[in-house]
């Protein structure tokens, strides 16, 4: 007898905010459970949207602390009840929301503390629908990308954008980092693997290790 195929992962990504940051949200279509990936404003539309799929936010996960990617967190947590999840060396920037509004002209929505600091490797699982946390610094110090393998898709935050990375020039940020991590963090991974970035377009691993000129793809060599 044949084993079922598993339904494959509901997955919807939207701009949001001010800034228009990527917002993600993946959907174990078994248990109906979600996770909302960089929630940067506009927290009735996520809603909405989580609302019109069928599902239920049961984690709020963040690639990192810059105001565009967390102003509807709040909001969504008084909501759902859902955990706040980031890495903890984004813990200055997360604390210090209000100066960013200030210094950028966007007003001030308070946000509660993070109930949860992810680690590197750390594993993300929604009954049949895993991923992993990987540390990827340099945009921010405590900067996160979310691979999940078994669907070709790698959440960068601004770590990686198509034909571009991270700003490197804010908070905490540093270019050999970021090209450390993008190095040995993410052009490690399958080429084919879908890259949502943390604004713009899509785009592949394949694609940024081939044509990115900020970062080009150095292939080791004995001889080299």
Same mark, same amino acid.
């Given at each position: =007898?044949?084993?079922?195929?598993?339904?494959?992962?509901? +997955?919807? $990504?939207?701009?949001?905010?001010?800034?228009?940051?990527?917002?993600? +949200? %993946?959907?174990?279509? #078994?248990?109906?459970?979600? =996770? #909302?990936?960089?929630?940067?404003?506009?927290?009735?539309?996520?809603?909405?949207? #989580?609302?019109?799929?069928?599902?239920? @936010? $049961?984690?709020?996960?963040?690639?990192?602390?810059?105001?565009?990617?967390? =102003?509807?967190?709040? !909001?969504?947590?008084? *909501?759902?009840?859902?955990?706040?999840?980031?890495?903890?060396?984004?813990?200055?920037?997360?604390?210090? %929301?209000?100066?960013?509004? /200030?210094? &950028?002209? +966007?007003?001030? @929505?308070?946000?509660?503390?993070?109930?949860?600091?992810?680690?590197?490797? !750390?594993?993300?699982?929604?009954?049949?629908?895993?991923?992993?946390? %990987?540390?990827?610094?340099?945009?921010?110090?405590?900067? =996160?990308? &979310? *691979?999940?393998?078994?669907?070709?898709? %790698? +959440?960068?935050?601004?770590?990686?954008?198509?034909?571009?990375?991270?700003?490197?020039?804010?908070?905490?940020?540093? &270019?050999?980092?970021?090209?450390?991590?993008?190095?040995?963090?993410?052009? *490690?991974?399958?080429?084919? @693997? !879908?890259? @949502?970035?943390?604004?713009?377009?899509?785009?592949?691993?394949?694609?940024?290790?081939?044509?990115?000129? &900020? #970062?080009?793809?150095?292939?080791? /060599?004995?001889?080299?």
């Amino acid at each position: =007898m044949t084993t079922p195929a598993s339904e494959p992962m509901i +997955i919807k $990504t939207f701009p949001v905010g001010p800034l228009q940051c990527n917002c993600t +949200i %993946l959907g174990d279509p #078994v248990s109906k459970k979600a =996770m #909302v990936f960089d929630p940067g404003g506009d927290a009735q539309r996520i809603l909405d949207t #989580v609302d019109s799929l069928g599902l239920q @936010i $049961t984690h709020i996960i963040h690639t990192h602390a810059h105001l565009d990617h967390f =102003m509807a967190s709040g !909001e969504i947590k008084k *909501v759902t009840g859902a955990p706040l999840a980031l890495h903890k060396d984004d813990k200055m920037l997360w604390d210090n %929301l209000e100066g960013q509004c /200030s210094l &950028f002209g +966007i007003p001030y @929505i308070p946000a509660p503390a993070p109930d949860h600091w992810l680690e590197h490797e !750390e594993d993300l699982q929604l009954n049949q629908l895993t991923g992993k946390a %990987l540390h990827t610094p340099g945009h921010s110090p405590g900067s =996160m990308s &979310f *691979v999940f393998e078994e669907e070709d898709i %790698l +959440i960068a935050g601004d770590t990686l954008f198509q034909g571009s990375i991270g700003r490197t020039d804010l908070w905490g940020g540093s &270019f050999p980092t970021i090209e450390k991590s993008i190095r040995n963090e993410i052009y *490690v991974l399958d080429e084919a @693997i !879908e890259i @949502i970035t943390g604004h713009g377009p899509s785009t592949t691993i394949g694609n940024e290790m081939r044509y990115n000129p &900020f #970062v080009p793809y150095k292939k080791s /060599s004995y001889f080299s």
